[in-house]
């Protein structure tokens, strides 16, 4: 079935860091690839999108590039702040009777001064 | 402009006990959905409305439901509350054909 496989981490990295986040899809048909970011003790929030093949979504200085034949969607930031410590999540979604979205489970980052 | 609200934000139940689980969103969005997030599985879709009016059952719709009371408001209702029902709970709103959706603060539920 539809799923979405990313590190599950945490992740500890020190400020200015270099960060990359795999993330890994199973789909039927051609889904729109989205990571969400959840900061502590709120919803999530949409971080950025790709919605079709070698598509590259960026927001905030975070990246990721829809990689159709490796079924890969990785979020990188060449530097990282204190300020993005939050639960990163991987989610595609299929256009089927209703908008169907599937979330991996989530990886943990804590950046360290 | 609030976005999504919810309320409870935290709620602990004894086993057996109901409660529900109020959204609301000021979006004007026709489609609402219920998710529950636990450890290590990120979000499953417990019950989704594509418009006023309408539910269906997500992937995890046992021991839940759902009334759409109208375009704003969606709520969710454990009548019998297990502890397996532990969980942190999201309401989520957007536009059907829409890539974003748009998440509330959560309500955190323990079952004892």
């Known amino acids: 079935g539809d799923s979405v496989t990313q590190m599950e981490g945490p992740v500890t990295l020190s400020e200015e860091a270099f960060l990359t986040i795999n993330c890994t899809y199973t789909?039927?048909?051609?889904?729109?690839l989205f990571w969400y970011v959840q900061y502590p003790g709120e919803g999530l929030q949409l971080l950025l999108k790709?919605?079709?093949?070698?598509d590259k979504g960026s927001n905030k200085g975070f990246e990721a590039t829809y990689r159709k034949e490796t079924t890969s969607f990785h979020l990188e930031k060449g530097s990282v702040q204190v300020s993005d410590s939050a639960v990163y999540f991987c989610?595609?979604?299929?256009?089927?009777?209703?908008?169907?979205?599937?979330f991996g489970p989530g990886t943990s980052l804590s950046v360290i001064p | 402009n609030a976005g999504v609200t919810q309320t409870p934000k935290f709620q602990v139940l004894k086993t057996g006990q109901s409660m529900t689980l109020q959204c609301a969103q000021d979006?004007?969005?026709?489609?609402m959905y219920w998710y529950r997030q636990d450890p290590g599985m990120g979000l499953r879709l417990i019950y989704y409305?594509?418009?006023?009016?309408?539910?269906d059952k997500g992937e995890v719709p046992n021991g839940y439901n759902v009334s759409r009371l109208n375009k704003r408001e969606f709520s969710l209702r454990l009548e019998s509350a297990a502890p397996s029902q532990t969980s942190v709970y999201f309401c989520?709103?957007?536009?059907?054909?829409?890539?974003?959706?748009?998440f509330g603060p959560g309500t955190r539920l323990t079952v004892t």
């Open positions: 409305s594509a418009s006023e009016g309408t539910t």
């Open positions: 790709a919605t079709k093949a070698d």
């Open positions: 789909a039927t048909g051609y889904p729109s």
């Open positions: 979006m004007n969005h026709n489609s």
């Open positions: 989520a709103s957007g536009h059907p054909g829409s890539y974003e959706q748009y």
């Open positions: 989610a595609l979604r299929l256009k089927t009777s209703y908008d169907k979205v599937i």
